[in-house]
């Protein structure tokens, strides 16, 4: 069982440094590990802050879409081809913090990410195209990728990891799969799913319903939640239908 993190299991806020997870959606996740053979969050969040919401309950925790892996005792390891972007993604945060006309317009909030940038116009979006052209034209200059989100669109290194290579690396061997998302990037778990189902693995896709995220996600999902609470909500009847199922045995994680 493996979840995305901001819109899924943490509500959207405006400040994204302050997007923290239910109580109920710890709690949950803390007692599924011992029903369900792996239960991860797989996100765009760096490593680092996905262990401190997270760390200590046993869960898989991938981020920066893959480029990151947070082993049990918080460690954060990279992928190696990644390494080497960091000097330059911190060089163009930098110049996206400065004074227009080389920064960003003001209005866009400049998120750090360690080996990602991510432009923030929630608060102003009549800027999106601003930040998505900007975006753009420093990634062709400095060799990096622009991934469109939530209001927003960030700039990473150019390495092939996504949510959906994070996914098939974490669920090998494990049968059935389920993922929930709600942004763009989810789309890519939703196509490591597919491939998992055609190699005859039984999985699930749920996608948690927000105005501002892709319809197709809705549209490839077998089940659909109204939001952060009712995908936690789902998580909740997952482990009490575990916990009711005379059959069920703890199992350990792999």
Not at 216 to 244: C, K, N, T, Y
């Amino acid at each position: 069982m493996f979840s995305d993190f901001d819109g899924t299991l943490a509500p959207i806020v405006l400040d994204p440094t302050r997007a923290v997870p239910p109580a109920e959606a710890l709690r949950v996740l803390g007692e599924l590990v011992r029903w369900v053979g792996r239960v991860g969050v797989i996100s765009g969040r760096p490593g680092a802050y996905l262990h401190e919401h997270l760390g200590g309950r046993g869960l898989y925790l991938s981020g920066l879409y893959g480029l990151e892996t947070v082993r049990p005792d918080g460690q954060v390891t990279v992928v190696p081809e990644a390494i080497r972007w960091a000097e330059i993604v911190d060089q163009v945060a930098s110049t996206a913090e400065s004074p227009a006309p080389a920064g960003v317009a003001m209005g866009i909030e400049v998120e750090r990410k360690g080996l990602a940038v991510t432009l923030h116009y929630r608060r102003c979006p009549d800027l999106a195209e601003a930040a998505h052209l900007w975006a753009e034209r420093a990634a062709r200059r400095a060799g990096l990728g622009a991934h469109t989100a939530r209001m927003a669109v960030e700039l990473r290194p150019p390495v092939v990891t996504t949510k959906g290579t994070a996914l098939a690396q974490a669920a090998v061997g494990l049968d059935p799969v389920c993922f929930f998302g709600d942004d763009f990037a989810d789309l890519e778990a939703f196509d490591a799913l597919d491939e998992l189902a055609a190699q005859g693995v039984t999985v699930v896709r749920v996608a948690v319903a927000s105005p501002e995220g892709p319809p197709s996600l809705m549209q490839r999902a077998d089940v659909i939640a109204d939001g952060v609470g009712s995908a936690v909500g789902l998580l909740a009847e997952l482990l009490a239908g575990l916990q009711r199922d005379s059959g069920a045995t703890e199992v350990q994680p792999p």
